[in-house]
Nanobody, 122 residues
Framework: QVQLVESGGGLVQPGGSLRLSCAAS????????MGWYRQAPGKQRELVAS???????HYADSVKGRFTISKDIAKNTVYLRMNSLKPEDTAVYYC????????????????WGQGTQVTVSS
């Protein structure tokens, strides 16, 4: 089984910064991509940023220039550095691992973390 453990959420004032971390553990052979989604109350879950094993990144238009996603392949860990935070960034942030292959298996699966709350408020 695979577990994604997130950390780094919290309360921050507008204009502030936070860094989220997500570590994937388990009998993992490879991961194609990891990313962060968020869901605000009453809204659908949306992709914030993603990064592939090759280093290609994708960002939602709303966070371009403010958020940076990075990874540590050896640790199966992904980070999201969030700068210039705005109240509209308030949401539960979920880590996602896509295209996960386990040792001894031939299928690729998708996993989610439990979510971490980010609140931007003065």
């Amino acid at each position: 089984q695979v577990q994604l453990v997130e950390s780094g959420g919290g309360l921050v004032q507008p204009g502030g910064s936070l860094r989220l971390s997500c570590a994937a553990s388990g009998n993992i052979s490879s991961i194609y991509a990891m990313g962060w989604y968020r869901q605000a109350p009453g809204k659908q879950r949306e992709l914030v940023a993603s990064i592939t094993s090759g280093g290609s990144t994708h960002y939602a238009d709303s966070v371009k220039g403010r958020f940076t996603i990075s990874k540590d392949i050896a640790k199966n860990t992904v980070y999201l550095r969030m700068n210039s935070l705005k109240p509209e960034d308030t949401a539960v942030y979920y880590c996602n691992a896509n295209g996960v292959r386990l040792y001894g298996e031939q299928v690729y699966k998708r996993y989610w973390g439990q979510g971490t709350q980010v609140t931007v408020s003065s």
